[in-house]
């Protein structure tokens, strides 16, 4: 069966600090990868997709970056954080309708 | 453009009450996916289901039920005889049918509805 592990789990860094969260998915190949934020107020927003290894397209414009060096690996990073990325981050992976998610990051930037 | 209202920011009931939670969507496309997910405290996003826009059958399955009615572009749950457990935020989202190729198919969230089921 197929499984997503995304860590960490909570994370608290200063303003202006680098970001790099990691999202993996076990028991599929060339899975579409996303990763959405959930922001105070529940919303949930969609940062980045991801169709295959080094194909990667932004959905807002943003502090944030992503990567996807490996079939089934999708990072979510940031060179400086601001206040403003404070959230709760989620990793998605689909393999055609669904979207099944990992367990989550909530990063608060002080 | 596409768009996911869920009208209900918060909802509380008492345990063994039943409860609706509303989803009204917006689209222009012919076909597409609707689907409803489950956030409890922990936070992660639990799927709950499917549906098709070519099949407008009820579903059910345990407690849970949704009715899906394309006239009125609603996609409605129901939680009969809730209990405490059932306690999360509850999404209702929406994506295009996918293509063949692999064009990605971004889910449209709604906003959530908060419910408490009460002891």
């Known amino acids: 069966s197929q499984t997503i592990h995304q860590w960490p789990a909570t994370l608290v860094q200063p303003v202006g600090s680098p970001l790099s969260l990691e999202c993996t998915v076990e028991g599929t190949s060339n899975p579409n990868l996303y990763w959405y934020r959930q922001a105070a107020g529940r919303g949930l927003q969609l940062l980045f997709y991801s169709v295959g290894i080094g194909q990667i397209s932004s959905e807002v414009p943003q502090n944030l970056s992503a990567s996807r060096p490996q079939d089934r690996q999708f990072i979510l990073s940031s060179k400086k954080l601001l206040l403003s990325d404070s959230g709760f981050y989620l990793c998605?992976?689909?393999?055609?309708?669904?979207?099944?998610f990992g367990q989550g990051t909530r990063l608060t930037v002080v | 453009a596409q768009k996911v209202t869920q009208a209900q920011t918060e909802i509380s009931v008492v345990e063994k009450e039943d409860v609706t939670l509303d989803c009204v969507y917006e689209t222009r496309d012919t076909t597409y996916y609707l689907f409803w997910y489950k956030q409890p405290p922990s936070g992660e996003l639990v799927f709950l289901i499917r549906?098709?826009?070519?099949?407008?059958q009820n579903e059910i399955s345990g407690r849970y039920s949704w009715n899906f009615q394309k006239s009125t572009s609603s996609f409605n749950f129901t939680i009969t005889a809730s209990q405490v457990v059932d306690s999360a935020v509850y999404f209702c989202a929406l994506t295009r049918t996918p293509l063949y190729g692999g064009a990605t198919n971004k889910l449209i969230f709604g906003t959530g509805t908060l419910l408490a089921v009460q002891p």
């Open positions: 998605a992976w689909s393999p055609r309708t669904e979207a099944f």
């Open positions: 549906r098709n826009s070519f099949d407008e």
